[in-house]
């Protein structure tokens, strides 16, 4: 029996394919060098005692998982789930580590239930894949978190590998890992305006599809063709439709331009995706809008969008990969105007 296990998992930035998941559509998400580490340590008896560097002590029995409301939700969801589909699991210290910031949009939440559930697979000899593994994360939050997020973060998280993005059909959860090439770079930063999405405008976005695919007669918006009538949908949900069906579409396009490595035109494919997230599906801010506007001004900004479930949080830019330290020059500005703090959080500080 393992003594004490460590396994991290990185966070993830969605390159383009937002709101989209919860419709069965395409997305186009990319591991972070950031990391969320997670040790576990098996006890002979007493609680789940969790210590974590970013959100403080917490502790609950095993067998009593309560929803709080708080962030120890994510573990005690997990052990809740494992034990309602039979795992046997036993007393543990949990030790946490974060290098992924909390409320960027950028997964530190998937981040965190992929960790735990590697560390407790390797503690407790699980026969768990890294698809059920984002299967279970995704559950989690949905049924004991309480936010009905999709299944891109925890399977971007599961299934990331360096160097390259993953492009999943969020219908069949077929993926493929596209090789980023050499003349492409990103450049994240996070607004200072933190997201939640166990805030009530993430779900009601969902709501809101849900109700117009029941009026176009569709299983989901994945099934809305680009010329079809939208007639029976009232403005809003007219709006949000659009946003989904073009964005769809955005996602095969922006594969194909990382496959020939056409940087200009993801950058073009990027600003669309902003003006569609700003305006029809209106999950931006105005600060996020500034920042985008701030990082098309550079020379080598190809194009700049909102990434993540919005309301805040970070954007992603496509930059020529001699960029520099644009993403610097970028946050500078930007603290000018806003007085916010921006992060930069890709190409990471170096040492
Ligand atoms: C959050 C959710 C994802 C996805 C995005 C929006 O990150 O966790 O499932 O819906 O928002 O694209």
New binding site residues.
């Given amino acids: 029996m393992a003594e004490r296990v460590e396994e991290s998992a990185p966070g993830r930035v969605?390159l383009i394919g937002?709101?989209?998941?919860?419709n069965e559509g395409f997305v186009l998400p990319m591991g972070l060098p950031l990391r969320t580490t997670v040790a576990i340590e098996r006890r002979n008896s007493g609680d789940v005692e969790i210590e974590s560097d970013a959100r403080g002590h917490a502790s609950y029995r095993l067998g009593e998982e309560q929803r709080t409301g708080e962030w120890v939700d994510y573990v005690a969801g997990t052990t809740w789930l494992l034990r309602e589909r039979g795992t046997t699991l036993g007393p543990m210290r949990v030790r946490v580590t974060t290098e992924v910031p909390l409320g960027s949009?950028l997964?530190s939440s998937a981040s965190l239930l992929v960790a735990f559930l590697r560390a407790l697979r390797r503690a407790f000899e699980l026969s768990l894949d890294d698809l059920t593994i984002a299967r279970l994360a995704q559950e989690v939050e949905n049924r004991f978190v309480g936010a009905r997020?999709?299944i891109?973060?925890p399977m971007a998280v599961s299934l990331a590998a360096p160097g390259s993005a993953l492009f999943i059909d969020t219908r069949s959860l077929t993926f493929e890992r596209i090789a980023i090439p050499d003349t492409m770079a990103f450049v994240v930063i996070d607004s200072g305006v933190a997201h939640r999405?166990s805030g009530g405008g993430?779900n009601q976005r969902r709501a809101e599809c849900e109700e117009a695919a029941r009026l176009l007669g569709v299983a989901s918006l994945r099934d809305v063709a680009a010329d079809a009538s939208l007639d029976a949908v009232p403005e809003v949900l007219r709006r949000r439709v659009r946003h989904v069906v073009s964005e769809n579409a955005r996602v095969l396009e922006a594969r194909e331009a990382i496959q020939q490595a056409d940087a200009p035109r993801l950058g073009q494919l990027f600003s669309l995706s902003h003006a569609s997230l700003r305006d029809d599906y209106e999950v931006s801010v105005p600060e996020v809008d500034r920042l985008v506007e701030l990082a098309e001004a550079e020379p080598e900004i190809h194009g700049a969008r909102i990434t993540?479930?919005g309301f805040g949080g970070a954007i992603v830019a496509v930059s020529r990969p001699e960029s520099g330290d644009v993403g610097a020059r970028i946050a500078a500005r930007y603290e000018r105007e806003t007085q916010r703090h921006a992060d930069v959080l890709l190409p990471p500080a170096r040492g």
């Fill in positions: 969605n937002e709101h989209t998941d919860y949009g997964s997020v999709g891109m973060d999405l993430y993540g479930g």
